[in-house]
């Protein structure tokens, strides 16, 4: 898997095997934060995105999308900030068949789901609707495509809910509908079920993360329950490729601890600390 950590300071992209074996450190530039790293299909080219290093690495108005091959060489921007008049792009993820990138983009208050090529020109606007369009993925088919986003235009975090739309664009249609805040949702590799989060328990204050949790549902919405279930900060799931698994990040307040990196399996069991990470705030798999 590829994953980012900022044990050297700044954030940078690194890969590990499942297993724990074999951590090799992929990007090296103190100047940036490297962070959200997406390994193509054919695992030979990686897209992710880099703040400066005085920027949190979640502010999507100073991302700019790069890519690199899978041993570190060949590195190029492919988008950088404020390309098309956008004001803001995040959440890059190819297309099953690794000619597209989807990502979000475009207006701060309207943010929507684009479609560029795999090199991140020509976008292709998916969606045109109101509020904020964000945390696309793919379905395995390569067929549609889902998100998160609001009912209206005003948007705050605590609105946005779970869509699906078709990937040449189209009515999209609402999946969530449970009073929390969702992101980052993601099918299961044989597109039946819906892996993302949601704000269980909202933040008491600016200091308190909240509590969040991984809940799965039918690709339908239907179905819906918990995949954790506990006070912790669950985030970012993402499936094996034989859906036995969704590895995600984890943080646990009041611990000592960094953001860490875990499995469990999908009838939620077998929760487990991945091997060999390392020190630092470990992030955003992509196995």
């Known amino acids: 898997m590829v994953f980012d950590s900022d044990r050297g300071g700044n954030f940078e992209i690194y890969a590990i095997g499942t297993d724990g074996a074999g951590l090799r450190q992929i990007s090296s530039d103190n100047r ?3 962070s959200w790293p997406r390994l193509s299909p054919d695992r030979r080219t990686i897209l992710f995105y880099r703040t400066p290093s005085t920027v949190h690495p979640s502010d999507a108005r100073q991302n700019s999308l790069w890519l690199v091959a899978a041993d570190g060489t060949g590195l190029a921007e492919a988008r950088p900030v404020g390309i098309d008049g956008w004001q803001a792009q995040g959440h890059g993820e190819w297309s099953p ?3 597209h990138i989807a990502m979000h983009g475009g207006q701060i208050l ?12 020509n976008p292709r606007a998916v969606t045109n609707r109101p509020g904020r369009n964000l945390d696309p993925s793919w379905s395995p088919d390569g067929n549609a495509i889902v998100f ?4 209206s235009t005003d948007c705050p975090d605590r609105n946005l809910a779970v869509y699906t739309v078709l990937a040449p664009g189209g009515e999209a249609r609402r999946l969530t509908d449970n009073g929390m805040r969702s992101n980052d949702p993601y099918y299961s590799p044989d597109g039946r079920q819906i892996a993302w989060i949601s704000e269980t328990q909202p933040a008491a204050s600016a200091t308190d993360p909240g509590v969040w949790n991984i809940l799965i549902m039918a690709a339908d919405g239907s179905n819906q329950r918990r995949l954790t279930d506990d006070r912790q900060v669950n985030s970012v799931p993402r499936w094996s490729h034989d859906g036995s698994l969704v590895y995600f990040h984890r943080f646990e307040p009041g611990s000592g601890t960094p953001w860490r990196l875990f499995s469990i399996r999908p009838d939620g069991s077998n929760l ?7 020190p630092g705030n470990n992030e955003n798999p992509s196995i």
């Open 32 to 34: 940036y934060h490297s």
């Open 272 to 278: 487990s600390l991945v091997p060999g990470q390392g």
């Open 110 to 121: 309207n943010s929507q789901i684009f479609v560029t090529d795999a090199f991140g020109r």
């Open 148 to 151: 998160v986003g609001c009912a």
């Open 97 to 99: 068949d690794g000619q």
